[in-house]
């Protein structure tokens, strides 16, 4: 994308109005605390307005970036030349009849949990500490316990690249462990219909507590980092263990490349030690998911995605090659 001129970015201006900002610094988004400036960031607060900006830029050629609040996100050093939708906080609502859910895809997880227990809505205990929007977490179809949320999704809303407000009810999203349409489909998730079941306020508060209690002393939680690295996907989980533990066993837990360094905590954890680029990250991914195919036959994936300048966006073991010049 060239650089706008100034007629359009009045035109996209009164599309998302409040909601232009130019020269965001991306390390500042992301919870790797990686990244260099996006040229363009949209912030839109509603379903219509994603639509008529989809539209505009379908126009053009132009086709942005979703993205939450980037905690699975690596972004390139260089940064973001095409624009970049973020749904967050000013699309945030939520309403509850019953066990039937509607929220909009920038709401707060964690958030999200807490109003599903005081609703009595028993089932999403899992996702209480995952931080990140429900449109990520619908993405992504992330969890924990070996969970996904797409099990409680009865239909996504997206926009479409031209701009068409789509809904899917849950048997065509292609939900799969950390899996969706949506990480390939380029589409914008704006909201969910999802189902729960009934259960004691207070079951659900204590599980809610032993989960979290649990993950604050599992994993790093004073240096920046994108979460789990590797997908502990059941193939893989059942032959050779969690990719922590595929990790240790290639002795590569602590494991440092320029400021990055592979947590001395949790081994699937990868942490910024201060000052850590892109590439170290890459090259640490690289290394374990090489090792892990040579030395034991097994095949990791990254369930953190890569954010290249051109706005393409996919797992970060797919970005090790060429960015570190070795042929696919
Ligand atoms: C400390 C920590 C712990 C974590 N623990 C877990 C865990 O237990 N389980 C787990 O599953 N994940 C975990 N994660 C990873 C992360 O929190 C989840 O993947 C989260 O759901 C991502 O949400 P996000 O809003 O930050 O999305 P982003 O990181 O911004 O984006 C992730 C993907 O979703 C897409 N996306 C985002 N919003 C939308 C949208 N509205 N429409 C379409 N696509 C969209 C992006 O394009 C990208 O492909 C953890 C991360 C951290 C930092």
Known sequence: MGRLTDSALAELGALCPGGVFHDVELSALSWWQIGGRADLMLRPSSANEIAALMRWFAMRGIRPLVIGQATNLLFDDAGLRVPCIQ????MAEIRIDGPDVYADAGIWVPGLARRLMQAGLGGAEHICGIP???GGLVCMNGGSQR?????????????????TIRQR???????AYRQSIYQENHEIITGTVMRFGFRPIGEIRAEMLDILADRRRKFPRKQPNCGSVFVSDPATYAQHGPPGEIVEKLGLKGRRSGGAQVSP???????????ARANDVLTLIHEISGAAARELGATLRAEVRYVAPDGSIFP???ATQDLLGETR
Request: net charge negative; charged share 15%; aromatic share 4%.
């Open 87 to 90: 749904i967050g906080k000013s």
């Open 147 to 163: 969970k996904g949320i797409g099990s409680h999704i009865a239909m996504v809303e997206s926009v479409d690249a031209e701009g």
């Open 316 to 318: 970060a073991t797919d």
């Open 265 to 275: 905590l949790h081994a699937n954890f990868i942490v910024n030690t201060g000052g």
């Open 169 to 175: 009810n849950a048997d065509v999203c292609g939900f």
């Open 132 to 134: 990140g929007t429900l």
